[in-house]
């Protein structure tokens, strides 16, 4: 029987194209650096300092990791993309701190420093700031935002989309990248053309949330860098109270729209847009069902607080409970009110309302609705086969039949998302937490929504070195949907 064996020198060749490319990205990723000198500038001409040194070290780091593998060209397998996007989002999450870090504002540790920039890469939103956002300088509150901007759609995305030319395999970047369960599916011929849209329709839509927010009453500043954190679905604020610190229910009904309209599958929002039709939405299941469940956890919500009588007016009790449903389901984190404090099951409503809310191919966090939706199809086929064990029975997503392939890699996601969630719960107990904080910190940060109940609500400044650290680990396996970085730690993905 034949053994076939790879000489070594033909792994390190494929590793040279995986430094070529991340050494290239880590270039781009500097010059995000250049829009908060320009803020700085413009306002308080104090943080420059930080964020030349951050422009500088990201630019030469990239620029020493390029330069020995400059002229390789090799064409980038699968197991490639999922490995230089895993290096990108764990290096991103360290070069993205030293603005942070070396500001020395509200930052006092490099692990808090991290844990910000994570926090805005994966769209998360939670803080190590316990008070002081509307004090901080205004380049660092648009750097949290525009982190939130970049994270959203993703800069392996973008890279794809603007810079064919690097002579990598696009489509092994894109699949790494996309959120959701079908990975394959292009909205064009070329990949690149792809990215290019999905990129297109985002900065789109986020021109016309900060129209909206300053149209709203917002300032010019704040309009922008809560758009970006809108449409990006973080939640990171200017303002230590976060939206309700305008007390606007004009601003909170534009919120609610572009929340849910990040949290929808950008491919809805292309055809809509190309074919000038809303018909669109209303025929995707996955919009539809998307509804129903924030429909569903409001009306549930909206009960207990209507017969505590938690606020006044039942008008008011309707649309906050709405918007916080939709803040927290679709992994935003914005807030106007703690419910940690509301009455009855509420409080962990919102925390579930993570889990379910967020479409696939949008850059909401969670589980997603489509993996949802093939869930209770396939538990309800299984009930079906105890009774017809020979029938033939497919599952069908809005009349196309979907591969089993696909709904056993779901069912395989939820084991593993939920232990994942039970496991680092227990972890963040060990670090001193009680159980339902513990709970909602792993809830909030794997599913990339931000806020979580009790002392971490607005703040995670009071979790511990260690915790901190853990959190950290849940928010990139839950931007980076579990497999993807999971993937790269299994020894047969290094085996060739």
């Given at each position: 029987?034949?053994?076939?064996t ?70 980038l ?76 759609m ?71 860098c809560?758009?970006?954190?809108t ?14 610190y ?37 025929k ?10 924030i429909?569903?956890?409001s ?9 505590a ?6 008008l ?9 449903v ?27 309302s ?18 949802l ?6 538990a ?24 089993d ?73 839950g ?11 299994t ?6």
């Amino acid at each position: 029987m034949a053994h076939w064996t790879v000489h070594p020198s033909t792994r390190m060749h494929r590793f040279v194209a995986v430094q070529r490319i991340t050494g290239i990205l880590l270039m781009l990723f500097s010059f995000s650096m250049v829009p908060p000198i320009v803020v700085d500038q413009l306002y308080e001409a104090t943080t420059t300092g930080p964020f030349l040194m951050g422009l500088w070290i990201t630019f030469l780091t990239g620029a020493v990791i390029w330069w020995p593998a400059r002229n390789e060209r090799a064409e980038l397998k699968t197991r490639d993309g999922f490995l230089i996007t895993v290096l990108f989002w764990g290096v991103l999450g360290i070069f993205g701190a030293i603005p942070f870090y070396f500001a020395d504002e509200a930052w006092h540790s490099y692990t808090d420093a991290v844990f910000e920039s994570v926090s805005g890469l994966t769209t998360t939103g939670a803080t190590t700031v316990a008070q002081g956002l509307d004090d901080l300088p205004h380049a660092l509150n648009y750097y949290r935002s525009q982190l939130h901007f970049l994270g959203g759609m993703g800069i392996v995305v973008l890279a794809v989309a603007v810079l064919p030319m690097l002579g990598i395999g696009g489509m092994q970047l894109y699949r790494a990248e996309t959120p959701g369960p079908m990975k394959n599916s292009k909205l064009t011929p070329r990949i690149t053309e792809t990215a290019r849209v999905l990129w297109f329709v985002y900065l789109g839509l986020t021109g016309a949330c900060g129209v909206a927010y300053w149209l709203a009453g917002m300032s010019p500043f704040d309009a922008l860098c809560h758009a970006f954190s809108t449409l990006g679905t973080g939640g990171f604020s200017t303002h230590d109270q976060s939206l309700g610190y305008f007390d606007s229910s004009a601003i909170e009904y534009v919120a609610m729209f572009f929340m849910l309209v990040g949290a929808l599958n950008f491919a809805i929002h292309f055809a809509a847009w190309r074919y000038r039709s809303l018909a669109f939405y209303w025929k995707d299941g996955e919009f539809r069902m998307c509804l129903m469940i924030i429909v569903g956890l409001s009306t549930l919500g909206c009960i207990p607080l209507l017969l505590a009588h938690t606020f006044d007016n039942p008008l008011d009790t309707i649309r906050i409970v709405f918007f916080h449903v939709i803040s927290y389901g679709s992994t935003t984190g914005f807030a106007t009110a703690d419910p940690t404090h509301w009455p009855s099951y509420v409080p962990m409503l919102m925390l579930l309302s993570m889990f379910m809310v967020g479409c696939g191919g949008s850059t909401a966090g969670g589980v997603k609705v489509v993996r949802l939706m093939l869930f209770v199809k396939q538990a309800f086929r299984e009930i079906q086969r105890l009774m017809h064990p020979s029938a033939q029975l497919p599952i069908k997503l809005d009349g196309k039949v979907v591969e089993d392939s696909v709904v056993y890699a779901v069912g395989g996601f939820f084991s593993v998302y939920i232990g994942f969630t039970i496991f680092l719960s227990f972890a963040m107990m060990a670090t001193g937490l009680d159980p339902v904080t513990a709970f909602s910190a792993v809830a909030a940060a794997i599913n990339n929504s931000g806020p979580g109940l009790g002392p971490i609500a607005t703040s995670v400044a009071t979790v511990s070195f260690v915790g901190k650290w853990i959190l950290t680990f849940a928010m990139l396996l839950g931007r980076l949907e579990i497999f993807t970085l999971l993937i790269v730690f299994t020894p047969s993905f290094w085996k060739r």
